[in-house]
DNA sequence: AAAAAAATCGGAAACGTTTGCGATTTTCTA
DNA sequence: TAGAAAATCGCAAACGTTTCCGATTTTTTT
């Protein structure tokens, strides 16, 4: 139980513990001979090296706090994994934190990461106000901020351009024939008004009439999409194409039409945004705008490492593209 | 960016930086006005402890380690949800390692995680052989395993009945009017081998054939159960319903089947096993039996705080009762 | 071959806490 | 009120590393 330490290594091959060191850092201040030697005794002796006294010394714990609103989210767990990996890669460990729905939650997670001396922190925000929550404490670690515009504020983030995402999505439709499209969701937080910016720029260019259905809930599930899609569909439908602010709130819409027996695609055209992996499920297969997030994490633990590892001061915001999948739920009107 | 650290309030305070690490920790040995005082200057001057100075001392970091195959995957980023949610409601904060396709690299993250010095382990292993690949250290660390049977072997874990969830479906099966079932899936880890188990128990009570059609596929994911299901498909169809051994086949089957223009539940009855948050989705709605993950993931960390909190040896088998959760893919033969 | 340079290693401080022990002061008991 | 008990607090060691600095040895240079 009791573990191997470098005090007991230098013992057993009758040197100084600073010398064991020096071997398995690969310094070069230490003989060749002696260094294998070493290395050979440390293996037998199974010793591992201690990172929590490491830190001490050094400063640095190689950790990064990973905070999300929730795990169990596709989206979310998507990032996560991505974003281990590749920390892991470069030497890092992720800690995680469910930051919850509320902002103080949110906080004493950030407070937590700190007092655990967390060398850079990748935050996901559950809420527009989580900038302003948590600024008191992105000045004193490295902070990343992820998959949330902040447009205008002094701190590094990576996002897709999700104005462009709407465009794309927008004009799509508009190929298919679509001319009366109906966007569908959220508004409220940056990256939604970017969103409905993108979808209004398209109307605009393509001489359409920009229609909205809003929520004003403030997390974008399947349940919610489904009750307000339930009060949309209480009134006349005239309309070609929905257009979901989210994919979550794309399947509350898919449930609501199943449940009114309106046919998507065939009376109703149907586009998500994000891609989460249920999009692609058998007889949902929804067209949607794909947030690449393998890209998303990998950038933005390479941002947070140049923040740790260089201090690279000032921020920068990363946009990345956003790309179409197409799927089966938007129907072409003019080639049948 | 300078921390403010334990000796910098004593000095303000004018007192020894011990009467300030006792005043935090709630000691009795100190005067009840004094500590008042100093709590206060500490939250003035913003002072956190450091988690990693502490446990040079104590010997704990109040780390656990939770290592799954990969954390983009709808079952284990909901056990990592309530794993983290209830750990830290205990004062332990999660270090999330994937631990990929191949041995090797889950004994790397184990042994990562020893040199983090975590306090134990919570894993959910990707492979029957994980028990005797990290054998050799989980005798260093308290460790639990999640999610999958070790049947006889000394090692404490936390699983449902995986046999009783399928015995209860058969037979939910058998009372609609099926009386050929076709078990589905994998059968070569443990956690399969029950399932197959209590297949085979409810046809042996009821009368039934049981009858197999098999995969050696190592992971179960929709794409390996659709490929198998096209198989499945290009021969005669002489049974009414089919029990996939997971969630992921089952999907594979639905989406097989569609393409095969077999209806579900029309012609063909289904149900799969986990309850992944997938088969709740609209078009979707799979019968399926539950594992209580939130229940199991409680249970695991408890056990884990048991035996790192109280030193308790020996190891516990924790069995949870899966629940049958009807939905829209088994048809009912009898009444209508 | 002597002096200078390089290589190799040990000593010791430092990182920021917790905690046992002893010293001092205060409060209580008889 | 004197002595004992309790309360309060400071000192210093300890946790396991890394790394600066100096000492010693080896190698290179002239």
Not at 150 to 155: A, E, I, K, N, S
Request: glycine share 6%; with cysteine.
């Amino acid at each position: 139980m009791k573990n191997v330490t470098l005090k007991d290594v230098a013992k057993a091959a009758g040197v100084s513990y600073a010398t064991v060191s020096r071997a398995l850092s690969g310094s070069h201040q230490i003989g060749s001979d002696t260094r294998e030697r070493i290395i050979k005794l440390c293996d037998e002796m199974g010793y591992t090296t201690n990172y929590v006294a490491r830190s001490m010394v050094t400063k640095r714990t190689g950790l990064i706090g990973l905070v999300v609103p929730s795990i169990d989210n596709q989206f979310m767990s998507e990032l996560a994994y991505y974003a281990e990996m590749s920390a892991r890669g470069h030497g890092y460990n992720i800690m995680l934190c469910n930051s919850g729905p509320d902002l103080k939650q949110e906080k004493t997670v950030v407070k937590l990461l700190l007092s655990r001396q967390v060398d850079g922190i990748l935050i996901v925000p559950q809420s527009p106000r989580t900038y302003e929550n948590i600024r008191a404490y992105t000045d004193q670690v490295p902070t990343v901020f992820l998959s949330e515009n902040l447009r205008d504020q002094p701190q590094s983030y990576v996002a897709v351009d999700n104005s462009r995402g709407t465009y794309i999505g927008a004009r799509y439709l508009y190929e298919l024939g679509h001319r009366d499209i109906l966007y569908f969701g959220r508004r409220h937080t940056t990256t939604h008004q970017l969103r409905a910016e993108g979808y209004i720029r398209a109307c605009q260019e393509l001489n359409l009439r920009p229609r909205f259905f809003n929520s004003e809930f403030s997390r974008s599930s399947i349940n919610t999409g489904y009750q307000l899609a339930q009060e949309l569909f209480s009134r006349p439908i005239d309309y070609t194409a929905i257009f979901a602010s989210t994919d979550s709130n794309a399947l509350g819409v898919l449930k609501a039409a199943d449940n009114a027996g309106i046919d998507i695609p065939g009376r109703l055209s149907l586009i998500g945004f994000d891609n989460i992996s249920s999009t692609a499920l058998p007889r949902i297969d929804l067209t949607t705008i794909e947030q690449p997030k393998r890209e998303m994490a990998v950038q933005a633990v390479d941002m947070l490492r140049d923040k740790i590892e260089n201090g690279t001061q000032g921020y920068v915001h990363q946009i990345l593209m956003p790309v179409l999948i197409k799927r089966g739920t938007c129907r072409d009107l003019l080639n049948h």
